[in-house]
């Protein structure tokens, strides 16, 4: 079974640039897609990118182009980079995959929260 | 990218069914049959409940139905329960390869 684990510093200053890990156990990086989501405080849920095993990547476009998403196969891993990061990037990060069927994201991290602040 | 449409709050009685909507464009649920349904309990991992808008995954209630006419995306559920009291996303695939969520729609069990 599919297992995603997030991990990132926790807190980030303002202007800095955030990175992001999830780990996947249980199976290969390179044999799925994966997807970003993230949660601001009392906000809903909010789309940020996917990466296919190939390395081609989708991102939201009301988020400008802020954001990175990438492969490490040796490492097993996704990351996602976040620069010049505001107040306004505060939330919970999500990380997915879509493992056993394909056009839905059925397997999750927990989430790891980041805050900016200086 | 606008989010998609879901009533910001739904509430049941205990063996009620209740139907919570989600509308979209003919660019996301209006095109595509890729729609699912999330439930998020907050601090914890989304789960998702629906997928390709009528497909249950392994081990959901049977309780949780899904439905789409035209640029609305629908989920039910019957039977409400205690511990189906949670915050429901729907998303969507969209021209554009990429995906779009709902705002979410808060859901009380009375």
């Known amino acids: 079974q599919v297992q995603l684990q997030e991990s990132g510093p926790g807190l980030v200053k303002p202007s800095e640039t955030l990175s992001l890990t999830c780990t996947v156990s249980?199976?290969?990086?390179?044999?799925?897609?994966w997807t970003w989501i993230r949660q601001p405080p009392g906000k809903g849920l909010e789309w940020i990118a996917l990466?296919?095993?190939?390395?081609?990547?989708k991102y939201n476009p009301s988020l400008k182009s802020r954001f990175t998403l990438s492969i490490d196969t040796s490492k097993n891993s996704v990351s996602l980079k976040l620069s010049s990061v505001t107040a306004a990037d505060t939330a919970v990060y999500f990380c997915?995959?879509?493992?056993?069927?394909?056009?839905?994201?059925?397997?999750w991290g927990q989430g790891t929260l980041v805050t900016v602040s200086s | 990218q606008s989010a998609l449409t879901q009533p910001a709050s739904v509430s049941g009685s205990p063996g009620q069914s209740i139907t919570i909507s989600c509308t979209g464009t003919?660019?996301?649920?209006?095109?595509?049959?890729?729609v699912s349904w999330y439930q998020h309990h907050p601090g914890k991992a989304p789960k998702v409940m629906i997928y390709?808008?009528?497909y249950r995954p392994s081990g959901v209630s049977n309780r949780f139905s899904g439905s789409k006419s035209g640029h609305t995306a629908s989920l039910t559920i019957s039977g409400l329960q205690a511990d189906d009291e949670a915050d429901y996303y729907c998303?969507?695939?969209?021209?554009?390869?990429?995906?779009?969520f709902g705002g979410g729609t808060k859901l009380t069990v009375l």
């Open positions: 997915g995959g879509s493992i056993d069927a394909v056009y839905t994201w059925d397997t």
């Open positions: 390709e808008v009528t």
């Open positions: 249980g199976g290969s990086v390179t044999n799925h897609y």
């Open positions: 003919s660019s996301d649920v209006g095109g595509y049959d890729h």
């Open positions: 990466i296919y095993y190939s390395g081609t990547t």
């Open positions: 998303a969507s695939y969209t021209i554009d390869g990429t995906w779009v």
